[in-house]
């Protein structure tokens, strides 16, 4: 195998204040092990809050806001979790624009836990399999989703997972789906 598969990829981390640390940093140092390049897109600049569950954690520096991000840069999202991240981000129509441009292109997407709601809220989720937090999973369903209760489901061009426990099957998905995708950043 391959030392760094994801070598050259660019992976946009896309949250905001209140996600589930774990589920972004965990798959962001995955990444990175792997060759690639993340960047955390937040809707404002300077640092995004992370949470342990209910507990406020540590911060992360923002590396561009969605404002300044184009999908077209990018070969694949990943979507950390947590429902305060997830719920504000899926109202922001710039936010369900870079997820669908990202998916129009073919391009990998990596959701986990409450991020599917963003998938959800842009109309993406009709016919696609997938897992989330069980909490979600009439919405997923009523958006026209498969949901599933499995640590990790790979439905063509997405990888989902339920919760922090599963992130090592998450990770080892996510370096899977990118390392496959034959879609790159323009």
């Known amino acids: 195998m391959q030392i760094n598969p994801l070598s050259g990829k660019r992976i946009a981390i896309l949250v905001t204040d209140d996600f589930e640390q774990a589920e972004l ?3 962001k140092k995955a990444l990175e092990q792997a060759g690639a390049t993340t960047q955390i897109i937040a809707p404002k600049s300077g640092e995004v809050q992370g949470m342990k569950h209910d507990v406020k954690a540590d911060t992360f520096p923002v590396d561009m806001t969605l404002d300044q991000a184009n999908p077209l840069d990018f070969d694949g999202v990943l979507l950390p979790g947590g429902a305060l991240n997830a719920d504000a981000l899926r109202v922001l129509p710039k936010a369900q624009a870079f997820v669908r441009a990202i998916d129009n292109q073919g391009k990998p997407l990596a959701v986990i836990c409450h991020a599917p709601w963003l998938l959800a809220s842009a109309n993406l989720v ?3 399999t997938l897992t989330s937090y069980h909490t979600i999973q009439d919405d997923i369903r009523n958006a026209g989703g498969n949901w599933v209760d499995q640590e990790m489901v ?5 990888v989902s997972s339920r919760s922090p426990k599963d992130i090592p099957a998450f990770n080892r ?4 789906l990118f390392a496959n995708s034959r879609i790159t950043a323009h």
């Open 25 to 27: 940093a965990e798959p």
């Open 154 to 158: 790979h439905d063509r061009n997405w």
């Open 126 to 128: 009709k016919g696609r």
């Open 173 to 176: 998905g996510i370096i899977s």
